[in-house]
């Protein structure tokens, strides 16, 4: 049998919430702008930066866990995951393939964050998704002050 990619899936990375990708000999990816079809190919780009790297350049190349995770719900996601089936190995078959996963998960915020105020003087958030979204707008060498 000859090795292959059987399907992908994937969980919270950029636009793709929870995606299931059957994968076929010639596999054509087509639909409107803006719906993840170019997500679905950052995804192979991100795992063969991981090979070649580490886990950690590649989230750094990208701006991080929060630059990476996906954007679109209420709350940010906590975790990551990839998921490839394929026929790499000589015990495999389409029947019983290759499986292997990658789950990513999110380092909690510090304990410093209330839900109701942000450190910063004078930002008025009101929930923990605010504080989410405000701290991937600011730079990453900012650290909340301890002073009052």
């Not at 919430?17 to 990816?29: A, K, Q, W």
């Not at 991080?64 to 495999?92: C, Q, S």
């Amino acid at each position: 049998m000859p090795s292959r990619l059987l399907e992908l899936r994937v969980e919270n990375f950029r636009s793709l919430r929870d995606v299931r990708v059957p994968l076929g000999p010639l596999t054509v990816l087509v639909g409107p702008n803006g719906v993840g079809k170019s997500n679905v190919l950052k995804v192979f780009d991100f795992l063969a930066d991981i090979i070649r790297t580490d886990l950690q350049p590649a989230l750094d190349a990208r701006g991080g866990f929060d630059e990476v995770a996906f954007w679109g719900g209420h709350k940010p996601p906590t975790f990551m995951r990839v998921r490839l089936t394929a026929t790499w190995t000589t015990n495999a078959a389409l029947t019983a393939p290759d499986e292997y996963s990658l789950t990513i998960r999110r380092r909690s915020l510090p304990a410093r964050f209330s839900t109701s105020t942000c450190p910063r003087p004078g930002c008025p958030l009101a929930c923990v998704a605010q504080i989410w979204r405000h701290l991937r707008r600011t730079p990453r060498t900012w650290l909340p002050s301890s002073s009052t």
